[in-house]
């Protein structure tokens, strides 16, 4: 099923399931992005940092050339990289050009902390002791503020962040003319963040959920409560985990370069309260024994201000 949308504050809507390309290996992306807009998905989500977005390009092209699909019915994410906070339309254009596209349905704040654009990697610049170069003379809110200006360009049709906690929603909020469309943050029973959630959804912020399965290894899969659903309903774990979200009016981005997975994810079920419960319950106590796990969390030197992460 994968003609559930939710609506953004922009009036858009986006699809309730996207394809994730984040570590997806050479040779694989463009095959997996064909393949799943012919299967039905409608969201691409990339990044200019995951160093594939040729290959995407590739496969949207070969999808757009078939006939199946348009440009206008798949909406495409990708996202500002840190080494180009005081660059955004730079980053913006080299992202375009190699996805092929004139415009992205949706940019993205990767994460809100911009790295030294003169540093001595064009993505990963470090001091000598191996720590990362940060611009600190730069801020998010100003990287943000830039952003509202690719509004005008005709080449975002939203703008939104990754990775923003309330603290720096807080901080940033005041200062903004457009309320960011979506907030992607990462998101799954052992991470719910529900007090993100909440608030975005207080403010108008779309949520979309990343590593759904608890990244790499799929570790959620093994989780008793959930397989506990999966055994009621008589669906695959990775079925659960990803209802969880929309369940919760969140979109969801499931990665796979296997036909077969990428078919499979597309099977998203209508959790009932039994369910949502038993799953709510498992985040609960994960959080009341100290349990909660956070899987992807650069190692920039900074809190982001996170409650489970409260150093850099």
């Not at 990767?110 to 001595?120: D, I």
């Not at 990362?132 to 830039?146: A, F, G, P, V």
């Not at 990244?215 to 774990?237: I, N, T, Y």
Request: aromatic residues 8%.
């Amino acid at each position: 099923m994968t003609d559930i949308n939710f609506k953004l504050n922009t009036g858009a809507s986006i699809p309730a399931l996207g394809l994730g390309t984040w570590q997806s290996a050479p040779g694989e992306v463009s095959k997996a992005v064909t393949h799943a807009l012919s299967s039905g998905y409608r969201h691409i989500d990339c990044a200019f940092v995951y160093g594939n977005e040729d290959e995407v390009g590739e496969g949207l092209s070969e999808a757009f050339q078939s006939g199946k699909v348009k440009r206008e019915d798949v909406f495409v994410t990708t996202k500002l990289w840190c080494t180009y906070h005081s660059r955004v339309e730079q980053n913006l254009d080299l992202s375009l050009k190699s996805l092929g596209l004139q415009y992205v349905d949706l940019y993205l704040m990767h994460w809100p902390v911009a790295m030294n654009p003169k540093g001595n990697d064009p993505k990963f610049p470090k001091h000598p002791d191996g720590s990362r170069d940060l611009d600190t003379n730069w801020s998010h809110i100003q990287t943000y503020k830039e952003m509202e200006k690719l509004l005008q360009t005709g080449k975002v049709k939203a703008i939104g962040l990754c990775n923003y906690s309330i603290p720096y929603l807080q901080a940033l909020l005041p200062h903004v003319d457009v309320v960011p469309a979506v907030n992607q943050i990462e998101n799954h029973p052992s991470l719910p963040q529900q007090e993100i959630v909440d608030f975005c959804n207080e403010k108008g912020i779309h949520i979309t959920a990343y590593s759904p399965l608890g990244s790499s290894g799929s570790p959620l899969f093994k989780a008793e409560p959930v397989l506990e659903v999966a055994r009621k309903r008589d669906v695959s774990a990775a079925s659960v985990l990803l209802s969880y979200h929309i369940a919760r009016g969140s979109s969801v981005l499931a990665k796979s370069v296997t036909p077969s997975r990428i078919d499979d994810n597309r099977n998203i079920i209508k959790l009932d309260e039994e369910d949502t419960r038993t799953l709510s319950n498992y985040s609960r106590d994960l959080e009341r024994r100290g349990g909660l796990k956070r899987y992807v969390y650069p190692e920039f030197g900074v809190n982001f201000g996170f409650p489970d992460k409260q150093s850099g």
